[in-house]
C-alpha cells in the first residue's frame, strides 16, 4: 500500500466557505491585458487567470507579474478569482506559485493547478501557500485549490486527491490532456469520439463527481472549444448539469450566458423547490400536526424531498434568483 503524506491541518483561524458560485469559469490567458481588462465586465462567476497553457513558455515570467498587476488593480466585484499555475512537472511552478500569492494573495481565492496525478502534489501546493502566507502575514488557508484530472493516472487517484487538503474547493475535468492520454480517437475537445455509441465521458464525469461529493468539494467540467457553436456548448454543458456538475469552463464571452442558464434551475423548478421547503417545515412543526410526510398538491414530500430541494433552492439562490410563488397555510 502506497502511503500518502497527511493533510494540512485545518486553518487556525476556522473554517473557510468553499462552496462558491461556479456555473461558468471563464478561462484569461494571463499574458493578454487586453482581454483580462475586458474579462472583468463578464458575467461569469469565476475567472481564472490562466499561467498554463494560455501562455507561450517565453512569456510565462512576464504573464506573472501581468497577473499580479490585474488582481491588485482590477474590478473582479462578484466573481471568484483564480490563477491557474503550471503543473508540478514543469520548472515554472514554484515561481508561478511565489510570485502570485506574494503579489497579490489578499486579491487572490484559489490557485488551480493542473494535471494533478497524486494527492502528494496537493499536499506541495497546500504546504507552499502556507509557508507563503506565514512570511507574509496573510491568513492562512483562505486561499482554496482547485484540483485539476487531465490523465488516466489522475482519475485513478481522484479519491485520495479529494481528501488531500482542506483547501479543496473543486475537482476539475481535463478532456483535452485527457483524451490524448488514453489515446481516444477524436480531434473534437468535448464531442464524442467517432464509432463509439455511448456516452465515452459518462466513466470519467461519474468518477470525479463521486470523489468531489464524497468530500464535499465541487466539479467543474471542462471546455469546449468550438467556441462559436453555442448549442453544441449547451447539450455539452447539459450532460455535466444533468449529472450533477456545479459548473463549466468558458473560453469565449458567447459561451458564458449559456453556462450560467444550463447550472442554474428553472424557474419553475426553482419555485417548487422552495414550496417543498416551506411545506415541509410547517406539516413537521406543532401547527402543521408533526407529520413526518404530507402532500403537497398531488405530491407527497418527506425529508428526502427535503434534501432534493435544498440542492435546486441553493443553486437559485446562488444564481440570484427571485421566488414567484409563496406557500399557502391550508385552512383548517
Known sequence: MTAH?????????????????????LAVPGSNPRFLEKAQGLPA????????????????????HTVVKFLN?????????????????????????????????????????????????????????????????????????????????????????????????TIIFGPADFMASINMKSLVVGEQPPGYPADAYH??????????????????????????????????????????FDGKWVLHPGQVDAANEVFSPSQEDYDHAELILDAYAYYTSEAGGKKGSAMLGDEMIDEASR?????????????GMRRTSTFEIPEA
Open 45 to 64: 462567476d469565476q475567472v481564472f487567470l490562466d499561467l498554463e497553457d494560455a501562455c507561450a513558455p517565453l512569456a510565462k515570467p512576464e504573464a506573472r
Open 203 to 244: 466513466y470519467i464525469l461519474m468518477k470525479i463527481l463521486m470523489a468531489a461529493r464524497a468530500n464535499d468539494l465541487q466539479a467543474i467540467d471542462g471546455p469546449y472549444l468550438q467556441i462559436r457553436n453555442v448549442d453544441g456548448f449547451r447539450e455539452v454543458a447539459g450532460r455535466a448539469a444533468a449529472l450533477g
Open 307 to 319: 434534501k432534493m430541494a435544498l440542492v435546486v433552492a441553493g443553486k437559485g439562490r446562488a444564481a
Open 73 to 169: 488593480e482590477g474590478d473582479w466585484t462578484g466573481k471568484t478569482r483564480v490563477v491557474r499555475v503550471n503543473d508540478w512537472t514543469t520548472e515554472w511552478t514554484y515561481r508561478d506559485v511565489v510570485t502570485v500569492v506574494e503579489g497579490a494573495g489578499p486579491n487572490l481565492d484559489c490557485v488551480m493547478l493542473p494535471k494533478v496525478q497524486s494527492a502528494e502534489q496537493v499536499v506541495a501546493l497546500d504546504l507552499l501557500l502556507t509557508q507563503i502566507e506565514k512570511t507574509m502575514g496573510f491568513e492562512v488557508g483562505r486561499i482554496g485549490i482547485e484540483a485539476q484530472i487531465e490523465n488516466a493516472r489522475g482519475l485513478n487517484n481522484v479519491n485520495e486527491i479529494a481528501q488531500a487538503s482542506p483547501r479543496l474547493e
Open 5 to 25: 503524506p497527511s493533510p494540512a491541518a485545518p486553518p487556525a483561524g476556522g473554517s473557510f466557505d468553499r462552496l462558491r458560485p461556479r456555473r461558468s469559469c
